[in-house]
């Protein structure tokens, strides 16, 4: 079925549920907890103000400004059903218990209205490193704003409201990780309360459904397309919600998963957080359930598919309703994500310095397209990995460069060995993969002259714009890549 009927048949169900609105509040429908949504009535201000972990900060592009508005409710935790959560994604959850909540969202929105697209992009924020981050945002940033779209970043998750757990550090000194925002700002951010992550898919649900009505806290936008966005623990927690919470709610019209593993978020109890060091040591394999009219667009780093995320587990075959692209020369994390961090990360070699966010801006516009209007975006081949049924790893070229995958210049006329293998065994280098200059002589061997490496190069770049896998707004930012000077000093 086309992701258009899916638009028509979300928005359908959203009139159905308006018309149940009680009169005297228009954050709640009548009865269900299940059709309440959050109040964001409340801008919230004071403190040292916005507090989002971002190697860019929350500074504003041109054009937008940013807001952050309180979100409270009551909202229900979800349980296994009887049949437990199967490997095919079709989970039917049971509502458990309820609990109030007080978070908050923050928004990126263009200052005039009609600048807006219609599009938002709703990020599940990332607490990996025991504070809210939005690594989509960070990625994605450039395609986002010249096109308008408004972008919100939802506290969904215990750690970055409370404090707890910090699941990958650094190794740079950071007194916020781990503190929760209710620490780090206490004069802004004091009075918010989160009752677990067993509430977390709700606490989402019921932001979105606010959201979808538009009114201030979007500048007045009421949106025609909302999309779920999230990366790496984020991606996890939106596998779970795809499968277990779509199904029945049907708030989002697409999901953006950047970096899955081959295992979900954990459902947890009351006052819990989602422990996925946990998640790591299951057998479980889901994929993306496929009776759902939400498109998936799904994109996955070399090192993810295999290693400690090991996202190979719950690979499946792309369909009317999702897309796969495995990106060959690409890491988890890399020094475009990290920005002036990666200078203080030690993982013995360089870390990967792959176009991640180049596929992803391709990615985020084709899945936008794809909810608007039903094209499907380009297939691509999976990275080529080994028979090993325990541990495959990437199979490799001569110069160890991964075979398969969503191709760029970057690998296939390369200077470097860009790759998802780490230069040391530390959680975070894990992650960052490596760059490994190639040797003078090899490239004297690659090239016959800058002049041939230039024309290589720009013939893999059109190609790859031509694929669908980068855009032609970043052609430039594609060839910025190229290092001609090295081939000059290599080739006699």
């Given amino acids: 079925m086309h992701a258009t009927s899916s638009l028509y ?149 215990l750690v970055g409201v409370e404090g707890g757990a910090v699941l990958v550090s650094t190794g740079v000194p950071d007194p916020n990780a781990g503190a929760g925002l209710r620490t780090i700002d206490p004069e802004r951010y004091g009075s918010l309360s989160h009752p677990g992550d067993g ?110 995320l090991s996202s190979y587990r719950a690979r499946q075959a792309d369909s009317s309703t999702f897309r796969l692209w495995e990106i060959a020369g690409t890491a988890h994390a890399d020094r475009h994500l990290l920005g002036f961090a990666a200078e203080f990360i030690d993982c013995t070699v360089p870390i990967n310095d792959g176009p991640t966010h180049l596929v992803a801006k391709a990615a985020l516009r084709a899945l936008d397209l794809w909810v608007r209007t039903g094209a499907t975006p380009p297939t691509a081949p999976r990275i080529e990995l080994s028979e090993d049924a325990t541990n495959p790893v990437p199979l490799r070229d001569v110069d160890g460069i991964a075979l398969g995958g969503v191709r760029t210049p ?18 975070i280098c894990l992650l960052l993969g490596s760059t490994t200059p190639l040797p003078t002589e090899r490239l004297a061997e690659l090239y016959e002259s800058r002049t041939d490496y230039e024309q290589q190069f720009e013939a893999s770049a059109v190609a790859t714009i031509a694929a669908g896998f980068t855009l032609e707004d970043d052609h430039a930012a594609l060839t910025a890549y190229s290092q001609p000077a090295r081939v000059e000093a290599a080739v006699p």
């Fill in 199 to 308: 509430y977390a898919f709700d606490i989402f649900t019921q932001i979105a459904r606010t959201l979808r009505r538009g009114g201030a806290v979007l500048g007045g936008v009421r949106p025609s397309v909302l999309i779920a966005a999230g990366e790496s623990q984020s991606a996890m927690a939106l596998s779970t919600y795809y499968n277990g919470v779509q199904s029945t709610e049907g708030v989002f019209d697409g999901f953006f998963v950047h970096s899955r593993a081959g295992f979900t978020l954990p459902l947890v109890g009351e006052g819990e957080y989602a422990d996925i060091t946990r998640a790591l040591f299951t057998r479980e394999r889901p994929v993306f359930r496929d009776d759902l009219d939400a498109p998936v667009m799904n994109i996955q780093t070399e090192s993810d598919t295999f290693g400690i």
């Fill in 9 to 157: 048949r979300s928005r359908r169900l959203l009139g159905v549920r308006c018309l149940l609105v009680c009169v005297s509040t228009w954050t709640a429908a009548c009865g269900d907890s299940a059709e309440r949504g959050a109040d964001l009535s409340e801008e919230l201000s004071g403190g040292e103000g916005v507090y989002v972990a971002s190697a860019g900060g929350v500074a504003v592009p041109d054009g937008y400004e940013l807001h952050e508005y309180l979100a409270t409710g009551v909202a229900t935790a979800y349980a296994a059903g009887e049949q437990g959560l199967p490997d095919d994604g079709r989970w039917d959850l049971l509502r458990t218990t309820t609990a109030p909540y007080r978070t908050r969202v923050v928004v990126r929105r263009p200052a005039e209205r009609a600048a807006a697209s219609g599009t938002v992009i709703v990020e599940w924020l990332n607490v990996s490193g025991g504070v809210d981050a939005d690594p989509e945002y960070a990625t994605l940033a450039e395609e986002i704003t010249r096109a308008g779209h408004i972008w919100v970043g939802v506290s969904a998750q």
């Fill in 410 to 427: 970057l690998v296939d006329v390369p200077v470097d060995i860009l790759s998802g293998v780490p230069g040391s065994s530390s959680i």
